[in-house]
């Protein structure tokens, strides 16, 4: 998956955890990424994509601010107008099969969702597929 191989060209390293109180985390001080094991491949994805948006963004802390900005970063990583746009066109108005199709968590396609400039993106798209 290419944000484990990012993660690794960056210098992060991701660790496996049984025990933690979150999904993931990422630990600044230490230049590190944990994810919590069990998780799902869409879970995966989207928590090492958010954690990975907290490293790039050089974020200190989980300010709600951060918080969302990661998840914009990885709703950015993991999303493309194209992408959704075809599910949107094959599963209209059922974005649960849309998250399945895309192999992606509720929050993060929210997140691409919210940013203005790709939901005209996709607009655009489905105009002109329909």
């Not at 992408?83 to 998250?99: D, G, L, S, T």
């Amino acid at each position: 998956m290419f944000l484990f191989d990012l993660a690794e060209c960056l210098g992060i390293p991701v660790h496996w955890r049984r025990q933690m109180d979150d999904v993931g985390a990422w630990y600044p001080d230490h230049g590190c990424i944990a994810l919590h094991e069990g998780q799902t491949w869409a879970e995966i994805r989207c928590v090492l994509g958010h954690e990975l948006g907290h490293a790039v963004l050089g974020h200190e802390d989980d300010s709600p601010k951060n918080e969302a900005a990661a998840d914009r970063w990885a709703a950015n990583a993991l999303l493309s107008a194209d992408a959704v746009a075809e599910c949107a066109r094959h599963y209209p108005h059922n974005p649960e099969k849309w998250c399945h199709e895309l192999d992606v968590t509720p929050d993060i396609l929210r997140a691409w969702l919210r940013d203005p400039d790709n939901y005209a993106a996709a607009e655009d798209l489905l105009d002109l597929v329909t």
